[in-house]
């Protein structure tokens, strides 16, 4: 299994990106995949995921409203639609997926078995 995220870059505070994350899995729709990202000299964060199939989403308290998670199974693919990006919202963003995974474990990182290379996400005031 293999993750690829990219669609990260340098954007203005208050502007948008959408990142994708493609993935080399035959039955993409059984997993459950996630977005994680990572400040410098911070820990990795939950950022939002989604349970398997169009399933139910689920959202860090500090991206809600602003991000939006999306997935197109047909084409084993994850989006992050990110609105009205900060500062604070710079960061590597990672997408992770796992087949097994509870949704007692959506938020846990380590929970999950496959990830991805992170894409850089850098927002200026």
């Known amino acids: 299994v293999q993750l690829q995220a990219f669609g990260g870059g340098l954007v203005m505070a208050g502007g948008s990106l959408r990142l994708s994350c493609a993935a080399s899995?035959?039955?993409?729709?059984?997993?459950?995949v996630g977005w994680f990202r990572q400040a410098p000299g911070k820990e990795r964060e939950f950022t939002a995921a989604?349970?398997?199939?169009?399933?139910?989403?689920y959202y860090a308290d500090s991206v809600k409203g602003r991000f939006t998670m999306s997935r197109d199974n047909a084409k084993n693919t994850a989006y992050l639609q990110m609105n009205n990006l900060g500062p604070e919202d710079t960061a590597v963003y990672y997408c992770?997926?796992?087949?097994?995974?509870?949704?007692?474990?959506?938020?846990?990182?380590?929970?999950?078995?496959?990830w991805g290379r992170g894409t850089q996400v850098t927002v200026s005031s």
């Open positions: 992770a997926a796992d087949r097994s995974l509870i949704l007692g474990s959506i938020r846990t990182g380590d929970a999950y078995d496959y």
């Open positions: 899995i035959r039955t993409f729709r059984s997993y459950v």
């Open positions: 989604m349970f398997r199939g169009g399933g139910s989403t």
